[in-house]
């Protein structure tokens, strides 16, 4: 299902790239086919994705053993999935409204936002699937980048007011308001400088060693389980890894760096996109390998999302030739990975994802790790 989907948003990514006239056309159909089938991916999975368990269980009980007082998650949530329930126990009936409300505010986004909304729908799509099941994130991810059609007008207080929101649905969602402040083009060697401080503390080993005193800042019990759960997850990486990862993320920053002058179509949000994968990547080197990574790991996934936005523009350093068809090629290549890479990362010879189960796909398959 995995790398079928990934080709399938690739068509579309490729006829946006080299057929534009056609795309134009049939842009609002081509679009409803994407929304349509991820809709269908989402929406009709079963035991599918990380998470699951607790999710289910919650909806099962919700209307028994939580309240608005007492919500066990964000109330947001708890909000959001009350009337649902009230109506139906059928929990594939709440993962549709769930998708729909999710990809209805990231397609009105991206299509606004992105200069190839479909290239930003199959790296979209790559950066989201391996977090599959993480649906309180989800709900506050689609917010806070609904959010950026209000900061591309100058309505930073209806951007907060979007933060805010997102936070009543996954607490992580505090790291957006960064957003507000990230708007301008920063030089090049105060972007190195800063990547090589980040690499050297890294490479010291000092966040192990004061990460324990971060439980000092965490109020809530529930919170202070979750960290310390996080902690004491299997953080081994392994070195190819690690530099994998770090490659697919300097590599378009290196790109737009060195040949800023030469990107077509800069928007508004340019570098504030561009600032916050930056930073998103900064945070990487500091915790990768380190007993804070999983922990920091579902907050980096505001920043990572910002890939959808600025690899259109590295494709705009590369004429409609040969070359572009490369970069065409070896996009859907890097997506491929990964995924499969994200996938991985929930340790060796796990099946949260693997094989694709939905109520209409392996049916009888019978999950290890639900």
């Not at 929990?91 to 397609?107: D, N, Q, S």
């Not at 090589?196 to 890294?202: D, K, R, V």
Request: glycine fraction near 4%; hydrophobic fraction near 50%; charge should be positive.
């Amino acid at each position: 299902m995995y790398l079928f989907a990934t080709l399938f948003l690739s068509v579309f990514a490729y006829l946006e790239v080299f057929n534009q006239d056609m795309v134009k056309k049939y842009r609002m159909l081509f679009a409803f086919i994407c929304y349509a089938f991820l809709i269908f991916h989402d929406g009709f999975r079963w035991e599918t994705g990380c998470d699951w368990i607790p999710y289910t269980g919650y909806f099962d009980k919700l209307l028994v053993d939580f309240s608005i007082t007492e919500p066990l998650f964000e109330v947001g949530y708890y909000l959001f999935m009350l009337p649902i329930r009230v109506v139906t126990d059928n929990y594939t009936a709440y993962l549709i409204i769930h998708a729909l409300v999710f990809y209805t505010l990231m397609f009105y986004a991206v299509f606004k936002l992105s200069t190839s909304p479909f290239v930003s729908l199959l790296l979209l799509y790559m950066v989201i699937v391996p977090y599959m099941g993480t649906n309180r994130q989800f709900l506050a991810l689609a917010i806070y980048t609904f959010g950026f059609l209000f900061l591309v007008k100058d309505k930073r207080w209806a951007f907060l007011s979007c933060v805010v929101l997102a936070c009543f649905f996954h607490k992580s969602a505090v790291v957006c308001i960064f957003a507000l402040f990230l708007s301008r083009k920063i030089s090049n060697k105060y972007l190195i400088a800063v990547l090589g401080i980040a690499i050297l503390i890294s490479m010291s080993g000092i966040v192990n060693k004061v990460a324990p005193l971060l439980s000092v800042f965490v109020s809530s019990e529930d919170d202070l389980k979750k960290m310390d759960t996080y902690m004491n997850f299997d953080y081994d990486v392994s070195v190819v890894s690690t530099i994998f990862s770090l490659f697919r993320k300097l590599i378009w920053i290196a790109l737009l760096m060195i040949f800023d002058k030469y990107v077509e179509h800069k928007s508004k949000l340019y570098y504030t996109f561009f600032n916050l994968y930056f930073l998103g990547s900064i945070f990487y080197v500091l915790f990768n390998g380190t007993m804070l990574q999983v922990f920091v790991s579902r907050a980096l996934l505001y920043y990572n999302l910002m890939e959808i936005f600025i690899v259109p523009y590295v494709l705009t350093l590369f004429r409609p030739n040969y070359g572009k068809l490369v970069i065409m090629f070896t996009l859907t290549a890097y997506c491929w990975i990964n995924i499969s890479k994200g996938f991985l990362n929930y340790g060796e010879g796990t099946d949260y994802f693997e094989p694709y189960k939905g109520i209409f796909i392996n049916t009888n398959y019978a999950r290890q790790d639900q």
